[in-house]
């Protein structure tokens, strides 16, 4: 099966301690994204990555630091700089437009619901 | 805050009325995207409509885009219990990222 997977669903961790979450994908894609979603909310960028070993701060990227060292994992670090942690994280990815220019279609892993006790 | 907004934020039918769903956005854009959410899970892409595009059909969707009102509308021909869910739209602005909107909240009642 093709797809993206976010391991685990549900996460607790105790306030000040950083946590890592997984998102791993097997579409062969070259961008991945991570978002945060707040009850009723829609989605925040919080970092991307186009290709690689490279990544952009999205518009709420205070507090989380990723890496990307295989093209099919981007795992995303919640650090205890982050405020207000508690939310449902999702990732994607897409294909790279040759240009870079643009986004197309966006395939979504199935979140992450992290609570901080 | 750049996301997009979307009206209404909820919305109630019955099964097989219409429903329609529109959101605005504040760049100018390369595509605009309809996505929809299952409660508790990850986004589904239902279609995507360019920005040289006017109205484009998929199935029961039928979505339309005026780029000259920065605004787009998406519409559900007779609903059935299994649409309830929330829909979210994404416009692409030409950064390689999906702005996303506020979200609407379909239940369709059987």
């Known amino acids: 099966d093709g797809g993206i997977t976010q391991s685990p669903k549900y996460l607790f961790r105790k306030e000040g301690q950083n946590v890592t979450l997984s998102c791993e994908q097997n579409?062969?894609?070259?961008?991945m994204y991570w978002y945060r979603q707040d009850p009723g909310q829609g989605l925040r960028l919080i970092y991307y990555s186009q290709i690689v070993n490279d990544f952009q701060k999205g518009d709420i990227a205070e507090g989380y630091s990723v890496s990307r060292e295989k093209k099919e994992s981007f795992p995303l670090t919640v650090t205890s700089a982050q405020k207000n942690p508690t939310a449902f994280y999702l990732c994607?990815?897409?294909?790279?437009?040759?240009?870079?220019?643009?986004?197309?279609?966006?395939?979504f892993g199935p979140g992450t619901r992290l609570t901080v006790l | 805050s750049q996301q997009g907004e979307e009206d209404p934020q909820a919305l109630s039918i019955q099964e097989g009325e219409n429903a329609t769903m529109n959101c605005s956005y504040k760049?100018?854009?390369?595509?605009l995207q309809w996505y929809r959410q299952n409660s508790g899970r990850g986004l589904v892409h239902l279609i995507l409509?360019?920005?040289?595009?006017r109205e484009k059909h998929s199935g029961r969707l039928r979505v339309t885009l005026d780029t000259s009102k920065k605004s787009s509308s998406l519409l559900i021909t007779a609903s059935r219990a299994a649409d309830t869910a929330s829909y979210f739209c994404?416009?692409?602005?030409?950064?390689?990222?999906?702005?996303f909107g506020t979200g609407t909240r379909l239940l369709v009642s059987p």
């Open positions: 579409l062969n894609h070259d961008a």
């Open positions: 760049t100018s854009i390369n595509n």
């Open positions: 994607a990815s897409s294909i790279r437009d040759s240009w870079g220019r643009r986004t197309d279609t966006q395939y």
């Open positions: 994404a416009s692409e602005g030409g950064f390689q990222k999906l702005v």
């Open positions: 409509i360019r920005s040289n595009e």
